[in-house]
């Protein structure tokens, strides 16, 4: 996964929708939604449930970026 399909997936494990996190990122929605498509294609997964379940059993990199990141107060 690049570094900004991890900034996508961390984002989208938040409950952020593809709006908020394309004006959290500075990109376009539709460029979020390829980014979403290529994480749960890489995974293996059909659904952001599924990508949670897969992320939160990944090495500890990817757990570690998922829990690390500040509660988003643009909510």
Do not use: W
């Not at 659904?47 to 970026?65: C, I």
């Amino acid at each position: 996964m690049t570094a900004r399909q991890r900034e996508v997936a961390a984002l989208v494990l938040k409950g952020l929708s593809s709006k908020q996190i394309a004006r959290i990122l500075h990109i376009s929605p539709q460029t979020v939604a390829v980014h979403r498509r290529a994480i749960l294609h890489a995974y293996g997964v059909h659904s952001v449930t599924g990508l949670a379940t897969v992320l939160r059993m990944a090495p500890p990199t990817l757990s570690e970026l998922f829990n690390s990141m500040p509660p988003l107060d643009i909510l």
